[in-house]
């Protein structure tokens, strides 16, 4: 064998190595939450009293009678810092065995079960929704729709998710669950007709979301069982309060309908918080968490009604300015590399990984008003500086 | 609170945002009735079987406008029935732990 010029074998088997892409390997951690989280409140409810009194009077005080509806409406609040619990308490006749519903934090689920589904193969995300639920889409020009569009937001679908103050017969969402569409939700959004070409625009739809859970029953199904998502996630984290409602067909509803208990919610958080493993094992398809939380081309391209907290990957809410669009990020007193998912009424899962800290809140904020940029720096300074 | 409004208070449930509407869609086959007695059917189901709180919590948690005019729980079978201006009325059964309440 003729060596090459000035190169040992064994420099070019490493050089070979580098070249390739570096495997990013599992958080390291001394415990894993399936069973429950390690507790720590006792001793930081003495070292913090000051900030988790300010925590409390921000996200605690009611006002009026409780059929007012009045101001914030907090029924649950978890801080998990650095693996343990450091602060929790409920409201409003919630405790820790109680489930809350979800409403679009279920989004940040479908995502997640995106991600899993990709990973054994079921689905790839350029894959068009009519491989999968071919039979459920009668207007063909939506075949052009891909797993991809529907995890951004641009499907392009013409769907209506508000009306607030309009006629509810044109609410898509009102539709879907609870008028015509509720008995098979997937068909009923899968023909919509287009507003945009596929990929080229960003709208906030639950009908995106519907239609991305229909293509994982139909890709997980006949492998998995109707309860794919326990097989794939639940059981892996130990969320054992997850309960799903499904639509007519017996189709999770993925936009909305997902319940559970708030230190099972933030099981789910500690899942992204280190990159999509479990037990020192790599469950996500690695990247994923990463590509989740980039701001996505559509909503820089051609948002429809950009709010001012709108700064979306896939399925999740971003603390990112959005280039072309905004510069200012949506909550900015947190550090920029927090996100969360979240739900009507003041539902949240926020991960700030920098400060390794999930907080999550459930709610029933009916008036509007509450800041989650204020929550969280709250929030922030119960655990600042905190071994 | 208009019937319009209140509807859109509890149908913004699915979305974190309200009020970003800007095309005009295809109506649908909707009324607010049916909407509001599926609504209320279906939500105190899960309220009551997978939450698990007060049929009073419950009440005040799925009160929308127009108010339905009964709510009946049946708890042997663990379903809601929701009825208003007697053509309208829905039920909403719990199925199981893992999949909630569904309308029928």
């Known amino acids: ?45 003495v070292a913090r009293a000051t900030q988790i009194k300010a925590l409390e009077d921000y996200a605690f005080t009611l006002e009026g009678r409780d059929e007012e509806r ?39 689920f479908t995502s997640a079960l995106t991600g899993l589904a990709v990973k054994r193969g079921a689905v790839s995300l350029d894959d068009s929704i009519c491989e999968h639920v071919g039979g459920k ?151 994923w968490v ?14 429809y009604n950009l709010g001012r907290e709108d700064s979306q990957g896939w399925q999740w809410w971003l603390n990112r300015p959005v280039p072309g669009q905004r510069e200012s990020l949506p909550w900015p007193n947190v550090p920029e590399d927090a996100y969360a998912a979240r739900g009507h009424w003041g539902q949240s899962i926020s991960i700030i990984p920098s400060k390794d800290l999930i907080v999550v809140r459930t709610a029933d ?23 | 609170m208009s019937a319009s409004r209140a509807l859109g208070v509890l149908a913004c449930a699915a979305a974190l945002s309200c009020g970003r509407g800007d095309t005009v869609q295809r109506p649908y086959d909707n009324n607010d009735l049916q909407l509001v007695t599926s609504y209320t059917a279906k939500d105190f189901c899960s309220c009551l079987f997978v939450m698990q709180m007060s049929e009073d919590y419950c009440r005040r948690w799925t009160a929308a406008s127009p108010a339905v005019a009964t709510v009946r729980v049946d708890y042997k079978e663990r379903s809601v029935q929701t009825a208003a201006a007697l053509l309208w009325g829905e039920k909403a059964r719990f199925v199981s732990e893992r999949d909630g309440c569904v309308l029928e």
């Open chain 1, 1 to 45: 064998m003729r060596r090459l010029r000035g190169m040992s074998p064994l420099f070019l088997a490493g050089a070979l190595a580098l070249a390739q892409p570096a495997r990013a390997e599992c958080p390291t951690r001394s415990t894993w939450p399936t069973e429950d989280w390690p507790d720590a409140k006792a001793e930081v409810a």
């Open chain 1, 70 to 108: 009045k101001g914030l409406r907090t029924d649950g609040v978890v801080l998990i810092h650095k693996g343990r619990v450091v602060y929790e308490r409920y409201g409003r006749g919630f405790d820790v065995g109680k489930r809350h519903l979800s409403w679009s934090m279920s989004k940040s």
């Open chain 1, 137 to 287: 889409v009668k207007v063909r020009d939506n075949c052009a729709i891909t797993v991809r569009h529907l995890l951004e937001f641009a499907s392009g679908l013409d769907w209506k998710e508000s009306y607030e103050g309009e006629s509810n017969q044109s609410s898509s969402v009102l539709a879907m669950l609870y008028g015509e569409g509720h008995e098979d939700m997937v068909s009923f959004v899968a023909n919509h007709p287009l507003r945009d070409a596929p990929g080229t625009s960003w709208d906030y739809s639950s009908g995106d979301t519907v239609l991305l859970s229909g293509v994982l029953d139909a890709a997980l199904r006949p492998s998995l069982g109707r309860d794919w998502p326990w097989v794939l996630l639940f059981e892996v984290l130990g969320m054992k309060s997850a309960t799903w409602e499904r639509d007519g067909q017996g189709v999770v509803v993925g936009s909305s309908y997902l319940y559970a208990t708030p230190r099972d919610l933030a099981k789910f958080g500690f899942f992204y918080l280190n990159d999509g493993c479990w037990a020192g094992e790599r469950v996500l398809p690695e990247g």
């Open chain 1, 290 to 303: 990463a590509d989740s939380t980039r701001v996505s081309e559509p909503i820089r391209r051609k948002p």
């Open chain 1, 365 to 387: 904020d009916r008036a509007g008003g509450f800041s989650l940029d204020t929550f969280l720096k709250l929030a922030l300074a119960v655990v600042e500086d905190l071994p």
